[in-house]
């Protein structure tokens, strides 16, 4: 019985220690509490994990007015990635069809040269014959053979599908500083944006345009002429030439009656 009263003793002032001692801080001259606590290492390994992404591959087929039509296909498989692009065959007419062709309406060259003043505004107007695949886009240009130059006009221009004739407007002011314009005769070019004019013509497809000449002159700024215009016709007036030609022939008769009349009388021949 004594012996249990003891035990029961030992075990208050134990609780009651235990407690006291975990509610004391900890002492300022202990090691920090951080560098005695030893982190367990996990025995299990973190491993990356390939992940692996497949994407289907994407068709894309862009067909207009029978142009070339483009499949372009895209796989993505974990870190590489590749993009092979296939472009499929253009559409091929029947070659017995003629080509696609242009026929300039403005200004017309039925009446002789069309003629440009150097510094102005030249405009064209065309359309197409025989097309069945119409151009996306059209580069035009202008040539000189006398100059061997090339220039442009207009590069990339779209097409109006809305209106029965397309035009072209070249500016020919501003080419004094690179390659200046010379009197002489052009020639007009067009063709397919995404070709180039020494393409070989196929049928249904744009021909290179290169049948349109014109010509281009320097003008010459207007001044009064401070001289004056002789006129040889106002009232009646003759030239110096005509003048003596008429008093040479008018001396000369009243000299041939003078002489007859004195000869007639000398020699008494009238009765």
Do not use: H
């Not at 405009?123 to 059209?138: H, I, M, Q, V, Y």
């Amino acid at each position: 019985m004594r012996s249990t009263t003891s035990f029961l003793i030992y075990t208050a002032f134990l609780v009651l220690l235990s407690t006291f001692t975990a509610a004391w801080p900890w002492p300022s001259f202990f090691p920090e509490i951080d560098s005695l606590i030893v982190r367990a290492d996990d025995d299990k390994s973190t491993k990356e994990t390939p992940s692996e992404t497949d994407s289907k591959p994407t068709e894309t087929e862009t067909s207009s007015s029978g142009q070339r039509k483009s499949t372009s296909v895209s796989v993505t498989k974990g870190s590489s990635s590749a993009k092979p692009t296939k472009t499929a065959a253009p559409t091929s007419y029947d070659p017995r069809l003629p080509v696609g062709g242009i026929t300039v309406l403005s200004p017309k060259s039925t009446s002789g040269l069309p003629i440009f003043k150097i510094g102005d505004k030249a405009t064209f107007g065309f359309n197409f014959t025989d097309l069945l695949a119409t151009p996306t886009a059209l580069n035009i240009m202008a040539t000189c053979t006398l100059r061997e130059a090339m220039y442009t006009i207009a590069m990339n221009q779209t097409i109006n599908m809305t209106a029965t004739t397309q035009q072209a407007v070249w500016d020919s002011n501003g080419y004094e500083n690179s390659t200046p314009l010379v009197v002489a005769t052009y020639t007009l070019i067009i063709y397919d944006s995404d070709g180039s004019e020494s393409d070989v013509p196929e049928a249904g497809y744009l021909a290179p345009f290169k049948n349109y000449a014109f010509g281009m002159y320097n003008g010459q700024d207007y001044s009064d002429d401070p001289g004056g215009v002789p006129c040889i016709s106002c009232s009646g007036a003759f030239g110096s030439l005509e003048r003596n030609a008429l008093g040479f022939m008018f001396g000369m008769s009243i000299i041939t009656v003078l002489t007859f009349t004195w000869f007639v009388n000398g020699l008494n021949v009238i009765w």
